[in-house]
């Protein structure tokens, strides 16, 4: 059998989750990439709202053989583990889903992650069987791939308005139980919220994502059991500020906005080394 190029990334990938809790940050193209590289992550993951902002479309909008190039290009960019934010599969049926997923590892990601929210304003998340179904599907694609990919299985609901902490665990347990790898609620902003969702789905690795939990430190979230912390879109919203409070100035006739900015010598040795 012929090893795949990616197999010591995915299983650095995975090794990352045994233990501890680590970092996990969401570049958007390939100079954020290298720049977390060259900063000593262990590992990136990408972010649809980050790369749909950069290519001027809402997050959601971006079709999905655009995505699975902007993958191939993370995966490239960097010799780190990649894990792919693929939405809901980009497909509403389970073929699609299956078919999709499989293109998705062949990039090269470590990682991929589903999520059960449908993007239907009336129904904002899957039903519960038709979730389950969807996550089972990805898993068998996953392994009839004979890839070491890593299976994150995401329940959307304090996401889309449905912040409903029992409905949650119910859908990360059966994700679980159907194969997802890690287990991810994204808008979970409380102590007593992670430690149910870590404790439903023990002994599988738990993502919590910055933003509502940013008030708890990486100590903090190790000590509550948490394996990885990513940040989603926050960093490429970091950027973004950045260029709104100068640009905004400069659109007003003023010339002062540009105080307190990375210089270019800096950027220009740090991606000639990379």
Known sequence: MVRSPFAQRRAAFRQLHAAGCFVLPNPWDVGSARW???????ALASTSSGYAFSRGKADGDVGVDEVLAHLTELVNATPLPV???FEDGHARDLDGLADNVRRCVATGVAGL?????SGDAAQPLYDFDRAVARMRAARSAIDASGEDVMLVGR???FLVGRPDL????????AYAEVGADCLYAPGLSTREQIK??????????VNVLLGPAASLTLAEMAELGVR????????ALAAWSGFTQAAGPLAEGRLDGFANTVTHGDLNTLFADS
Not at 228 to 235: P, T, W
């Open 155 to 157: 329940a959307e609901g």
């Open 113 to 117: 992650s589903i999520e059960d929210a």
């Open 196 to 205: 149910a969702v870590v404790d439903a789905v023990a002994p599988k690795p």
């Open 228 to 235: 990885r912390v990513s940040v989603g879109g926050s960093l």
């Open 36 to 42: 977390l590289a060259q900063a000593g992550f262990k």
């Open 166 to 173: 029992d409905e949650t665990l119910r859908r990360l347990t």
């Open 83 to 85: 894990n792919a934010d």
